[in-house]
């Protein structure tokens, strides 16, 4: 068994975490942190384990590596995991961190768009970014992953294949991202108050999203050049679930084979990421509650444009899931133990 | 393996049954029929089973004992199980039907509130109502299982402690039940169509809902007493759940205490139902995407009423889940197998 | 033009309130207090005034009878407004108050319910409640208007037929009370936090809630003998919007007729409360974004017992829009200017 | 009074126009027709108009010119409208209607992108189209008015300003447009169907939208070029409401003060546009319920890219709304008379 540590339990996806890894054949978890709730019952701050998990929440622990743990799951806002870390710990731990401060290699970026200071500058090197589709390989030999974000999931895993076959045009991509207000965190605040955002659709942040430096580094990389894009983020009033719509324009002459084929390439051995029918679009509620993500595919002959469609469930694939998928990467465990939920319909 | 098949497998219920039975360790889906989509791949009408499941819906077949199968779920609307079913089909297999058909134990009472002849009078007595807290020993030896509706789970459930231990006035019972909009079904009407009922909260049916009988049968045979009760349905612009809150009077001096030792006494050892602490209510959110019931007592001292509030989810414990549970009891396994889902949170 | 005064202008109850007199032919706003926006442009805070209303909260003001109003609306917390109100104030002007200061007549019964200590006693006598149906001619030559609760409207506009008639058993009253989320107010909550209760059904306080005095007190008077009932609070995720089904039983033999003509006898002129047809029940969606409230009453024959089912937009009929009824009766108006908006389907 | 007489009025865009009407100082509603509810109370259909408004539905009335009616709105699916004008009602009555029949001014066009043959090609010629802000003198002298579409109207409306002044790229326009589910009407459908669309997002017909040829067609004008561009409509779950985000490259070198003066000087007398300050974007929620519609520029210097937000209610500006503003125009009233309802929040 693998023993699990967790920091940062009682937000929505530590949350989804400890799900997941109840349900998870090979891990015990051996304790739950939590710097709002140290003491509480976990199952009285989310009644769904009331009976089932009897654990009290504790303060994130001094001495980490004294735990017993094999692994350890920080679910902490950004700046906090990195604050945390020390060379001494990845040695001997096999650390998750799902927060943004390892997944950009560059600490300038980091520092500018999370307008901060990186507390640990000299880790950052040592995280691999925990795209599993992609970085399979880096994955297996980490001891820190940088898990992505929810936005940046669906936006790279999108993309890459057209930017591996180099088939369009850099300076064409727009992402226009829509997202369900989990991923907006559990923390109170005005904008997601049920009346105020209950039967609303808006954008936020259009020009400054922090989700675009590590798009833009992940693709730039697969491109071998620098890309620089728009990425439009809007809140749409479901719980769960992330589609993103993304509009470029093909370098060459293309048909719709030449995509698909791209796509097909890429993903026809990968199990969670969906290579739609022609025709169909990716709808949230087919990958909701599952670690799957749908890609549609359409080329627009009239005005010569790639449209691609994506979904994923912002907890699952765009977070927990994808931790556990990286967890299970990393122990050399079949890739979807655990993962295996079919998303729940209707929900 | 046990060899399922499942007729009308393509509404809500019979999904969700597919869902579940595809996650059970002991189960094998032989066949899924379905009048309206013969010879239609099952996962081209939910997406959600896309490169996960490959299987054609069938026409519902005419020998069904001779489709080597162990057990047949049929989710089909009332009036059609009991028109398929035959002593000899009885005989040779384990018959779980999700149906109206089989609750009532008097044909009268069905062919009244169901305003129809019922096809199959003579079968009637063969049936176990599936109630599983309730009925286990007849479930574990029975061929015909009558799988209880949603609002029915949630209200007997609810009311048998008080009942068997006689601690209610039965002429105060009245239960005010609210259901999210799956459990009006997935065919198309107006009441159901997204724009009406969105937003809007109604009660239907205010006097004559065709769960009433089922409640009341069972609940009198508890009572030892015929009990006519008050039901309100109402319909809640959620897709999952049913939320009852239950008034009585006591019929001796009460307290808390008491109501409390009735439903520990009960359900103490029940996994599926879950006694509330004192103080609170359930929450459809906590036993959604599970097979799990919440059940929440309150004594009001200054009015000496007794108020219960119960949750569970329609499509799970009130129908696909509990189904699963009585196949599990009629084949000896234990009774939570493939039924270990946590409710997922927030969904 | 009557001059009007708003302090405590950016709640929920406040800004319809804002919303209903700038659009009343009568009405002119003098000024909008806010104790937490004070400064600050009003169409800032509600976009929906952009370009329409340019006015500045001000804080509230200390010397209010000087300021050139006529009437003044208090849409404040409770205990607020009794602590700024003086005899001298209400000699001047009108007070249309919001909150629950002067809806019980008895303070040791508001102390208790409100677990505080009412901060004018001695003006208490003062206040007329405002529940425009029952108590008009009051209400006309009053000073100080208790304007009544949301549950409180709906519930005693639903009962008081049948208790001025005398046909129900008193002790029999049980009122199961859905209301949306702007029920809860503006103030951030986890409880309203939009992920949290979002496809969620619950109910809260199942036995205490403070609307329970306010309708008890009222239906006494009306029955002419002290009432106790039990009283039920549910949240759903709506915006708006009240729905009551209430639950009795008669003390004699009785029909529909009987009870309809109850009905008719007491509302039949009345433009705002709208006796529905036979079979029909109340549904949010018809009275929404109005002052209407509908009312559908059952006589269960089979079991005797007496169901009405009522709604009202908790904002207007509920708050709002009956604190500008209470404002038309006490200036002479017409009680339906400003108010004759039609509910807008779908909302 | 202007005698209004309404074909088709028990779609969603009709009842609403109904309720416009009827709040309308200057307009009397002379009939409503209703080819599936002939005979039938209107406000049984709508219980919204309960005790309000009496008037049984009627079959269109053949000889249309002989009602008394100064207007005659129509509300009919394609196709139809069409084919019961003729150029004798033209002469003698003026129309809007809120099809898609005359909007675009090609037959060819028409036909092929609604799979038809129009039914009355020599009237095109004839009809006007009634978007208000830019034909305003157009629409004065029409007798036939082309009321636009709502996805169009938010669409022209946002790119008008860049266009006119020559700002933009002509190739570079991706419109990603967000429509509330009344948007899809009220006829009954699976994508439409409560528990398949609510809590999910999707995207629909991503190539191929038939309000594309109706948004290039004006924006081509205005442009003085032939304009081809993407537009990609998606489905959310609320009632009400259209959200565009819009995506453009300058064709020179720009800054946000250019952007926002070609706005200011298209609409700063305009009532109904209204520009939103630097650094806002657009939300339904804040014109829902008005004929409001919102925009928001941003420039993104990083990328040197333009991004508009809009929005407004689809039934309202986006349908109703704007066919009332139209009869406003035609008949030489105020613009606004009748449409000054102040967007209702929450809703």
């Not at 589709?133 to 001891?143: Q, V």
Request: with cysteine; proline share 4%; aromatic share 8%.
């Amino acid at each position: 068994m693998i023993k699990a540590g967790i920091i940062g339990g009682t937000g929505y996806a530590g949350q989804e975490l400890v799900r997941l890894l109840l349900m998870h054949p090979n891990v015990e978890i051996s304790f739950i942190s939590s710097s709002t709730h140290d003491g509480e019952n976990y199952s009285k701050l989310f009644m769904n384990y009331y009976n089932i998990l009897n654990i009290k929440c504790i303060e994130a622990p001094y001495n980490i590596v004294d735990q017993g743990i094999d692994v350890l799951f920080i679910a902490l806002p950004h700046n906090h995991s990195s604050k945390m870390l020390t060379r001494e710990i990845l040695e001997k731990l096999k650390i998750i961190d799902l927060s943004a401060d390892f997944r950009l290699s560059n600490v300038d970026t980091y520092n500018q768009w999370y307008n901060s200071t990186h507390p640990s500058p000299d880790l950052v090197d040592s995280a691999v970014y925990g795209l599993c589709e992609l970085n399979r390989e880096a994955i297996k030999k980490a001891n820190l992953i940088a898990n992505p974000g929810c936005y940046t999931t669906c936006s790279i895993l999108s993309l890459a294949p057209l930017l591996i076959k180099s088939l369009i045009d850099l300076d064409s991509i727009m992402i226009d991202a829509k997202s369900g207000i989990t991923g907006a965190g559990k923390n109170l605040s005005q904008a997601t108050h049920y009346a105020e955002c209950n039967e609303n659709m808006n954008s936020y942040n259009p020009i400054g999203h922090r989700h675009i430096p590590e798009i833009e580094e992940n693709l730039s990389l697969l491109a071998g050049q620098t890309i620089k894009l728009s990425f439009v983020p809007h809140l749409m009033p479901v719980n769960r679930g992330i589609l993103t719509t993304i509009y470029c324009k093909p370098n060459q002459p293309i048909n719709y084979d030449m995509i698909r084929e791209a796509f097909t390439e890429l993903y026809s051995e990968e199990k969670f990421v969906r290579i739609l029918p022609k025709g169909i679009s990716a709808e949230t509620k087919w990958v909701k509650g599952s670690n799957y993500m749908d890609i549609g595919m359409f080329h627009d002959e009239r005005t010569n444009r790639i449209i691609l469609t994506s979904a994923l469930d912002n907890l699952i694939k765009g977070a927990a899931g994808q931790a556990v998928q990286n967890m299970n990467i990393m122990f050399g465990l079949k890739e979807e133990i655990g993962l295996d939920q079919i998303s729940m319909f209707p929900i």
